[in-house]
């Protein structure tokens, strides 16, 4: 069981793993362009869709119109095409420009900083405001997505019932030095080892001290 007393050990653990895995597309963004806005945006295009489909996506985007004054110019019908390879375009390209018009028109151009002005955003949600905050502006937030809903419950860390759920819980538990990159460990973490079905626990580093809450099968 992985609780309180092991949790640094074990993010130690897991840290040293995923240390020569490719980082997620928003990483890479913010890493290179340094505008919020283009961490919220792919943020929006990655919701059920492959993280190298949304690299690709946002980036042809970017290339297209770099800046929210030019995204805004792209009609509805383009922008489903531009996005058309992350699944639900329909309503993702919806979302870009209804955001992108919210972000231009009460913001001036300048992303919210907080994860309470990012929630009053249609289309926003806890997760992208989180990992907004996070990535973008390296302020404090846990950004829960299905790997560190999953992993932390198989650790035994937590019990909750979803993502919500869970958040709340992290922030009651986890150490606030853990907030800003505990997404990013377990998002490469649960891509590479501790998979939603099957995982890898024979070769996994923590399978010692994993309970595997949950876990039926595994290779």
Known sequence: MINGRNIDAAIKIVKQSVSNYQVPVLER???????????LIPCILSLRA???VTAIVSENLYRIAPTPEQVIKISLKEMEKIVYKTGFYHVKAKNV??????????YKGIVPDSIEELLTIPGVGR???????TVAFKKLGICIDTHVHKISNRWGYVKTKDADHTEI???????KKYWLK?????????QNTCLSVSPFCS?????????????????
């Open 203 to 219: 070769k996994c580093p923590l399978t010692k001290m994993c309970p595997k809450i949950g876990i039926t099968t595994s290779r």
């Open 182 to 190: 505990i997404n990013l460990y377990l998002v490469l973490f649960g």
């Open 169 to 175: 819980a992290l922030r009651e538990i986890l150490p």
């Open 29 to 39: 963004f913010n890493d290179t362009i340094k505008d919020p806005y283009w961490v």
């Open 50 to 52: 492959k993280d190298e």
């Open 97 to 106: 420009l209804s955001i992108t018009k919210i972000i231009l028109n009460k």
């Open 127 to 133: 997760k992208t405001a989180n990992l907004v905050v």
